[in-house]
């Protein structure tokens, strides 16, 4: 369930994925090249580093992910070693 709209992601240099969502945005590591690949932090390593705003959403970012990483024919890791950083 959509709490505050879809996750939107746009791919952006240096190898990162931006995610926006309700006017807040995050970025997570996405390689590029001939084998592109996202990577996004297990719910626990999120909710540690993410402001008040993003944290209740984890669940609803892998789902929209999933499905945007599906259509891109992109894979998808969600690992405890993937970062994501916030804007403020």
């Known amino acids: 369930m959509n709490v505050i709209g ?7 240099w240096k ?3 931006v995610g926006s969502v309700g006017g807040k945005s995050f970025v997570i590591e996405f390689s590029m090249g001939s084998a592109n690949h996202a990577y996004l932090p297990e ?7 993410a402001p008040d705003w993003a944290k209740p959403i984890w669940e609803q970012v ?5 499905s945007w990483c599906k259509g891109q024919g992109i894979p998808l890791t969600v690992d405890s070693n ?3 950083t916030f804007d403020a």
């Not at 879809?6 to 952006?12: A, E, G």
């Not at 719910?43 to 580093?49: I, L, T």
């Not at 892998?62 to 999933?66: S, T």
């Open 15 to 17: 190898e990162e994925l």
């Open 6 to 12: 879809p996750v939107q992601f746009s791919p952006r």
């Open 43 to 49: 719910r626990e390593k999120w909710e540690a580093v």
């Open 62 to 66: 892998r789902e929209d992910l999933a």
């Open 82 to 84: 993937c970062w994501v």
